[in-house]
């Protein structure tokens, strides 16, 4: 087996090459082209991964993780969804909604049940232990919810959340 030479593994602190040498300044969120003046898709990106994290640290001891999260919310609005129904309205592959389902199947927080008329299509709905795990999330979420919207009145997040609902309605793929 080839060896690397010793400068390829190395890690080098990341420079400029107009400052002599100086190490870059990585911007804080807030800085720069992660604050004000940065383009409106990264910092939808950036918020929402700020978002995510907040969720992941809130639910842990939960034992429920931010996309389990979003399944048992979806399975509690719309009873009934298919493994690709979830997929699709929680932006995960189905793949991941299918380890996602059979977790919680195996917590017994999701039961199966097949569909009426199309007997392969099989229908995921909240199991009583299920609800109750999702009311206890629900409460940290809440929490979180009023952090974001902490700063706005009524007039400016209805605002906000109208924006956010035609960003994803208007860009959405035909």
Not at 43 to 66: C, I, P
Request: charged share 25%.
């Amino acid at each position: 087996m080839m060896r690397k030479p010793a400068g390829i593994t190395k890690s080098k602190p990341a420079q400029r090459a107009s400052s002599g040498g100086a190490a870059v300044h990585v911007p804080a969120p807030g800085e720069g082209k992660r604050g004000e003046q940065g383009y409106l898709g990264y910092l939808l990106r950036q918020a929402h991964a700020a978002v995510r994290l907040k969720m992941e640290r809130s639910l842990a001891d939960l034992g429920v993780t931010s996309p389990q999260f979003a399944v048992l919310t979806m399975l509690n609005a719309y009873p009934g969804l298919s493994g690709a129904d979830v997929a699709r309205l929680t932006f995960l592959t189905p793949q991941t909604v299918g380890v996602i389902i059979r977790n919680l199947e195996r917590d017994g927080a999701i039961v199966m049940t097949p569909h009426p008329v199309h007997g392969r299509i099989q229908q995921w709905t909240l199991t009583p232990r299920g609800s109750t795990l999702l009311k206890a999330c629900r409460e940290r979420v809440i929490e979180l919810e009023k952090r974001l919207a902490s700063g706005l009145d009524a007039k400016a997040e209805a605002s906000i959340r109208r924006w956010l609902a035609n960003v994803a309605r208007e860009l959405q793929e035909d």
